[in-house]
């Protein structure tokens, strides 16, 4: 179901994943919205789609499954917006007198014309540039939203992709979509794939090949692996991509070449590893050869004799192993113990 208005009060937002409860006006009725609603403010126009539900607590309500920032339509809506605080400057009494003036020229005005703008009373020739500028912001952080939005990338991602993108988000996106990938989480990779192939990406571009490589091994870590061995890895990325292994091979060079990814071998077996996973390995490594070289001040003498009383007044019986751990934490600095607990 689509419903279009605008956002005449919000009452809940969440400044880190921007979800929304806020009423919103329509021609019919005024309802209350819940969603993930970046960039939005009192007085925006809006075109949603979801469906109404009902809360136990707070009674019929429009759950907003995707939604597009639209244009104010009607001066009476545009007011509305300009006097809702989005734009540094601009109150209700500016609001008002801009419209009034400039009726259905309004926008027109502040996208190309903003040297207008200092006719009005009020408004510098340097506070018109501020105003146009800010309001063209917006206007483009709009097209930012509603274009990931076509794709089916929710506005909670799109909040962080204009944060790491800017305003040229949408070249940037079009140049590579994978890049997308890279500065959000949990993005499906085949999501983005087809929307590359949509924009009409090569299927052996070398940027899909290499996203598709770090795809694997993002997905090998959700396992608890820092790393893949180097043949398994390739496959994955042949069957996910449907192309052959030898292209895949050589983005594997480009990308150990800038240093994304580590391969090492061990044990005669090669591992592939990216770089973040790499060094924290190495980090841990090295802390722990640290904290084994210096002298063991926590050895307990008669180490025997103080096990069996500590058994005898916490009244248990451990058993060999468990002994064998207790004696090795001990006797060393560092002691890994693997394996969950055991009930005897």
């Known amino acids: 179901m689509e ?3 605008q956002i005449s009060e919000i009452i809940y937002q969440n400044e880190v994943n921007s979800y929304t409860i806020a009423e919103f006006e329509t021609e019919d009725e005024l309802t209350t919205i819940v969603g993930y609603l970046p960039f939005i403010n009192k007085g925006d126009s809006l075109k949603i789609a ?3 539900v009902n809360h136990p607590e707070y009674g019929r309500q429009f759950k907003i499954q995707t939604f597009e920032k639209i244009m104010p339509e009607g001066l009476e809506a545009l007011e509305k917006y300009l006097a ?3 734009i540094k400057g601009v109150g209700p009494a500016t609001a008002k007198r801009i419209v009034d003036n400039f009726k259905e020229e309004t926008i027109a005005i502040l996208k190309f014309e903003p040297e207008r703008l200092a006719n009005i009373k009020g408004i510098s020739k340097a506070k018109a540039t501020e105003i146009s500028e800010e309001f063209n912001e917006k206007w483009e952080l709009w097209q930012i939203v ?3 939005e076509r794709f089916g990338i929710t506005g909670q991602n799109s909040k962080r992709v204009y944060e ?3 305003q040229d988000a949408i070249n940037k996106i079009e140049e590579n979509p994978y890049i997308l990938l890279d500065i959000t989480y949990g993005l499906d990779f085949n999501k983005i794939d087809k929307m590359a192939m949509d924009l009409g990406l090569d299927r052996e571009n070398p940027k899909r090949i290499e996203s598709a490589i770090k795809y694997g091994l993002i997905l090998a870590s959700h396992n608890g692996n820092s790393c893949v061995l180097y043949e398994n890895l390739v496959k994955f ?3 996910l991509l449907k192309i052959n292994e030898t292209q895949i091979e050589e983005e594997l060079i480009n990308l150990k070449a800038k240093e994304e990814i580590y391969i090492e071998e061990i044990e005669n077996k090669e591992w592939v590893y990216l770089k973040n996973f790499y060094i924290a390995e190495q980090n841990i490594a090295e802390k722990l050869l640290a904290l084994n070289s210096t002298r063991n001040i926590k050895k307990i003498k008669n180490f025997e004799q103080e096990l069996e009383k500590a058994e005898q007044d916490e009244d248990i019986i451990l058993s ?4 064998e751990a207790i004696k090795a934490v001990n006797d060393n600095n560092v002691c890994i113990i693997t394996g969950g607990p055991r009930n005897r």
């Open 50 to 52: 979801g469906n109404f």
């Open 320 to 323: 060999e192993e468990q002994r």
């Open 237 to 239: 990325v042949s069957d």
């Open 146 to 148: 509603g274009f990931l």
């Open 84 to 86: 809702g605080g989005v």
């Open 164 to 166: 790491v993108l800017g």
């Open 3 to 5: 419903i279009k208005g």
